[in-house]
């Protein structure tokens, strides 16, 4: 997809069978799994093998340490909660956390929380850390 942020390099053995959409924000330690275990079975039937499609579909954040498995795709306008385990399909505008992930709200609800707890920064680098750290810490930099 266009205007994408991806953090991760752990696309597996299929990455061909992962589509990413448009605007969509992919952190770190995020992990596509698009197989399944058959090794336990592979001794009664020598070619089981099963293998399953990854979507995420446009203006979607995945988070950090996300593990997305097989057959599973993420609707447009969601987000997935840091550390979550997806392993059904996550409905448009919806935010889905835990594990396995259910949804916890709507997109609408977050982006209340969020503007509710905004902080405003600088986008000077410099700035912003010695705002952060007055804000949080009470103290210059």
Same mark, same amino acid.
């Given at each position: 997809?266009e205007?994408?942020?991806?953090?991760?390099?752990?696309f597996?053995?299929?990455?061909y069978?992962?589509?990413?959409g448009?605007?969509?924000g992919?952190s770190n330690? =995020?992990?596509?799994?698009t197989?399944?275990l058959n090794?336990v079975?592979? #001794?009664? +039937? $020598?070619?089981l093998?099963?293998f399953?499609?990854?979507?995420i579909?446009?203006?979607?954040?995945i988070?950090?340490?996300v593990i997305?498995?097989?057959?599973v795709t993420?609707?447009?306008n969601s987000v997935?909660?840091a550390?979550s385990v997806?392993?059904?399909?996550?409905p448009p505008?919806? =935010?889905a956390?835990?594990n396995p992930?259910?949804v916890i709200c709507t997109? #609408?609800? +977050? $982006?209340?929380?969020?503007?509710?707890?905004?902080?405003p920064?600088?986008?000077?680098?410099?700035?912003a850390?010695?705002t952060?750290?007055k804000?949080f810490w009470?103290?210059?930099?």
């Open positions: 997809g205007r994408c942020r991806i953090y991760t390099t752990q597996g053995g299929e990455p069978l992962i589509r990413i448009n605007h969509v992919i330690d =995020v992990t596509f799994v197989h399944n090794w079975f592979q #001794d009664k +039937y $020598e070619s093998t099963s399953g499609k990854i979507e579909k446009d203006n979607c954040n988070g950090v340490g997305i498995l097989p057959n993420i609707g447009p997935v909660g550390g997806v392993t059904k399909d996550v505008n919806s =935010v956390a835990g992930a259910k997109v #609408d609800d +977050y $982006e209340k929380k969020v503007v509710a707890n905004h902080i920064i600088p986008l000077d680098r410099e700035e850390r010695k952060l750290i804000r009470g103290e210059d930099a």
